[in-house]
């Protein structure tokens, strides 16, 4: 699959949104092409399918387009989350079109392979939670962001304790009592801090 360029952080996003509904096409074509990565990352679901993937990628691109052009901040928080549906529903459209000029065809009938070799149907796709997509793509895009975020506005101390308590870098996740003991502080404190530091978090979020 080609090699697409690194999506758009949040600021980056808003910024060319702002400029794209301002009447800026520049900003338009660079929503675009910094959100093909996305494409191809929910056209891999369909590769089991006879289509060709640049047809595939091609319908995909469309569905960006349109979440581009009908985007509304006030009802999703980032473009990536609703354009992964917008992608989905496309790529669905265009199965579902192509099995209404092929009546012939059952949607039992084996139309591909999975990666693992597996028969898979039309049905298989069609039944497959497209928002599972969309969680996967949001969560790792979260993930990050959050490993970003975490030296650039935490203290040391919050970073420690948000480690230890999430499991991240590798940690073992452990409860607050077992963090206190570690550190050698009082629980309460680890929650105060622990609170804390999220609430820092969640405002870039």
């Known amino acids: 699959m080609k090699t697409f360029l690194k999506p758009l952080t949040p600021e980056e996003e808003q910024h060319y949104l702002q400029e794209y509904q301002q009447g800026s096409l520049e900003a338009k074509n660079i929503l675009i092409e910094r959100n093909l990565r996305l494409v191809a990352h929910i056209v891999k679901k369909y590769q089991g399918t006879p289509e060709d993937l640049d047809d595939l990628i091609s319908i995909g691109t469309i569905g960006l387009i349109k979440a581009i052009h009908t985007f509304d901040a006030s009802k999703s928080s980032r473009l990536s989350t609703y354009a992964a549906r917008c992608i989905d529903n496309e790529l669905l459209m265009l199965l579902r079109s192509k099995k209404k000029t092929s009546r012939e065809v059952s949607l039992y009938d084996p139309i591909g ?62 409860t607050q009592r077992e963090i206190a003991k570690r550190l050698n502080i009082s629980r309460s404190y680890v929650s105060r801090i622990e609170k804390n530091a999220l609430l820092k978090l969640r405002e870039y979020f």
């Not at 497209?130 to 101390?157: F, G, H, I």
């Open 113 to 174: 392979t999975d990666k693992e070799g597996n028969e898979i149907s039309l049905l298989d796709v069609i039944e497959s939670e497209p928002v599972d997509v969309v969680k996967n793509y949001s969560m790792k895009q979260d993930t990050a962001l959050l490993y970003k975020l975490l030296p650039r506005v935490l203290t040391k101390r919050e970073q420690e304790i948000i480690k230890l308590r999430y499991g991240l870098y590798g940690e073992e996740e452990l």
